[in-house]
C-alpha cells in the first residue's frame, strides 16, 4: 500500500524558515517523481516543486523558486522541502504526493497518491 505522510508544518514569522518532511512508503522510491502541493482557502492547489528520484532533477514553480528547496534521502526514502524567507502568502496546508512514473510535473492532477496535509502559517 503507497502511503505517504507529510510533516513539519507550524507557525513562524516573516522571513523565517521551516523544513517539511515527506515519508513514503509502499513503493520503489526511484521509480517515482514526488512532489510538493499547497492549497490556501479559497484557492486551487498550487504545484510548488517536485523531483523525479530516478534522475535527481528538481523543479520549481516560480513563485518559490530561490526561496524554496527539494531533496530526497532515498535511505529514508525521504522527501524534504526546506523552506526558507517565509512570507505570509506562503500559508497554506502543503501535501506530498507521487505519481506512477518519474516524470516531473507541478499539474497536481497528474499525481495518484497524496499525503494529509501539513498546515504553514507565516505571520506578518
Request: net charge neutral; glycine share 10%.
Amino acid at each position: 500500500e503507497v502511503q505517504l505522510q507529510a510533516s513539519g508544518g507550524g507557525l513562524v514569522q516573516a522571513g523565517g524558515s521551516l523544513r517539511l518532511s515527506c515519508a513514503a512508503s509502499g513503493f520503489t522510491f526511484d521509480d517515482r517523481a514526488i512532489g510538493w502541493f499547497r492549497q490556501a482557502p479559497g484557492k486551487e492547489r498550487e504545484g510548488i516543486s517536485c523531483i523525479s528520484n530516478s534522475e535527481g532533477k528538481t523543479y520549481y514553480a516560480e513563485s518559490v523558486m530561490g526561496r524554496f528547496t527539494i531533496s530526497s534521502d532515498k535511505a529514508k526514502n525521504t522527501v524534504y522541502l526546506q523552506m526558507n524567507s517565509l512570507k505570509p502568502e506562503d500559508t497554506a496546508v502543503y501535501y506530498c504526493a507521487a505519481r506512477t512514473d518519474n516524470n516531473w510535473s507541478l499539474y497536481y492532477r497528474s499525481y495518484d497518491y497524496w499525503g494529509q496535509g501539513t498546515l504553514v502559517t507565516v505571520s506578518s
